[in-house]
């Protein structure tokens, strides 16, 4: 089912807290939904999730539309809040049943849909337990298992890994992978290692404005460069055959860092420039660029980053 974002601002007073924001989820995957304090993230999931109306714009799941198909809308969407709300003095299974039920769900089906998300988010041996008496990482997995009870295809989930500890972040990571087989998931985080190990799409917002909206594996495009290794045995090469814009930095011994503009092949030439110098190839691979390196370029005035 395709979400469908159009324009879409919000203004509280004279502050805008998004300007124009635009995308579209149109298959199954994982999302990364990024930006500073401030830029507007949870005010776009507020919006996305009907708890909010825009200033302007759209908003599209499907054949409906906010607001006028809110309730509708709603019961499509998995919402997993910053601060997920739960009952304390509830039992995990009590608490689950009870969600259900608000989503019209009944009997034996929503029996049985219960003890699967349970198995699916890992808390099968907490289950019998006042979700009071649990972890924090296992309240996550409590608020993740609300979220799926209705089995929608948008999941939206907001730092859902925030004040875990290391084990329950690997832990919540393999799990918001797994869901991406199956659903759209978008997420919000302040760890951008985190995007990189599960997202396969990267959105940022800067100042209430989408500077990127990119699959991860082409980040580097709005950079405008990309970036090679490449290690030889013996002698290095002599580099004076790369294309103009090319540059060429070692950083090892025997091992280079190669940077070219977007579009200007590099890898034939390095291969073609080695069998003629007859220096062999060990290693000729393209790097992907971290993430933080485009986040950085991408909502830092170019004055405060590094020469």
Known sequence: MELRVSDLS????????????????????????????????????????????????????????????????????????EHN????????????????????????????????????????????????????????????????????????????????????VIEIRQLIRSLGASHQVIFSSHILAEVQAIADHVLILHKGELVLNAPLSEIEKHLGAEEYLVETSGDGLQWDFLPQGASVEKVAPSLWRVQAPVGVEVRRAIYEASVQQGIPLLRLEKRQLPLEEVFRHLTQPAETLPS
């Open 85 to 168: 709300p739960l009952y304390l003095d509830m039992y995990v299974r009590e608490y689950l049943l009870f969600r259900g039920g608000i989503y019209g769900m009944r009997g034996r089906a929503l029996r049985r849909r219960v003890e699967e998300v349970i198995e699916k988010v890992g808390l099968t041996p907490e289950a019998h337990k006042l979700i009071g008496a649990l972890s924090r990482g296992y309240r996550q997995r409590v608020g993740l298992a609300a979220a799926l009870l209705h089995d929608p295809p948008l999941l939206i989930l907001d730092e859902p890994t925030s004040g875990l500890d290391p084990n329950q």
């Open 10 to 81: 919000k203004r509280y007073g004279t502050q805008w807290a998004l300007k124009g924001v635009s995308f579209v989820l149109d298959k199954p995957g994982v999302y990364g939904y990024l930006g500073p304090n401030g830029a507007g993230k949870s005010t776009t999931f507020k919006i996305l999730t009907g708890y909010s109306r825009p200033t302007s714009g759209s908003v599209q799941l499907g054949s409906w539309r906010l607001p006028e198909h809110k309730k509708l809308i709603q019961q499509h969407i998995g919402y997993l809040p």
